[in-house]
């Protein structure tokens, strides 16, 4: 067994191609990224607002109070302007300003586009109308102590609002999501190893193949043996990168290193199955699943938001099942479930469904490959 490991590790060291896809140009693209972004600020700075008055009712007050608070605070979260809606509209058209609140019957939050700034008046927006809702079911259960509420809510509407710019403890990134991205490819890129163990286990399909299915080695002991090597390359490369990411670069994206290291643990056994999965396919040659691997490893990234940050978002909206089966955007939502918002439902729905997929891919790829015998190799 050792004997195995040891010959399946020096094989896939001396794989160049294999080497660099899966090793090399993970930190490359990582540089990259970082000198790219690395010096942009990612703290909002003032935000401008408008104000649309189109009620005199209790609620639209409330939001009035709790924006004029936000804006007399110490931080200067937000700049707030009094001005009809088709005024507001017009400038928010031209990004004058980042967002209008529509103090109406119902308070609402208009805004042109999807960014940082935006994430944090939607957070005020969210938390003013869960406040609200809270005063509401004070006032029906204990009406007697419905006023006294209201008045330590205002008191302490600043402190409440921009507390709730830094979730879980991280500050929010915009550029974050292209480097989880990273992490998730990288996991991913373990299908050339997997694509490598699938074929030279194919006597049909070159030499190596030929002389290990004529061996009295078992095809399961050499499958497992193959897959653990793959796997554990895999593994430490992705490790390393996030070491690399945290340490070297200092980015923030996490601290929580035993449920991170269990992300890129699952994620990689999902890349090496994948990988072993194409190369279960005897009908197609060698170059066509390396390219089968390349444009589903760079999709699945895409849809992660490796090209385009705010894809996940419009997937979620259009079609949310893409996101989850997709197995770069799980690995990113993972990710992003220990570090920007904080969920452990959204952690282990994510977490089971990569590693149901990767047994699915393993089984069904083992079990094409065991069916196969040769008339002669």
Known sequence: MLHLMKYRGRITLREKT???????????????????????????????????????????????????????????????????????????????????FIAGEKPELLVAENGLEQSVLQVIMEQFQSRMNFLSDVGREKPENQAAAMVSMMKNASAVYVEEGALGGEKPDPFIQYFFAVIAMTCLFGCYLGMDIATQLQGNVGAVGARRMVSSTSKMKMFLCDVGIAFAVDFVVSVLLMCYMRFVLKLEIGNDWPRMILIAFVGCLMGVAIGVWVGSMTRIGEGVKTGILTLTGLFSSFLSGLMISDIKGVLEQSCPIINRINPASLITDALYSITMFPDDARFIRDIVTLVALALAFFGTAFYKMRRVRYDSI
């Open 18 to 100: 294999t080497v660099f896809w899966s090793f090399i140009f993970a930190f490359i693209l990582t540089t990259l990224m970082y000198m790219a972004f690395g010096g942009i600020s990612t703290t909002p700075d003032t935000m401008e607002t408008a104000l649309v008055m189109e009620d005199q009712g209790a609620e639209a007050m409330a939001l009035k109070s709790v924006l004029t608070m936000l804006e007399d605070s110490e931080e200067k979260l937000i700049t707030v302007e009094e001005m009809t809606r088709g005024e507001a509209e017009k400038k928010l058209e031209k990004e004058k300003i980042s967002g209008i």
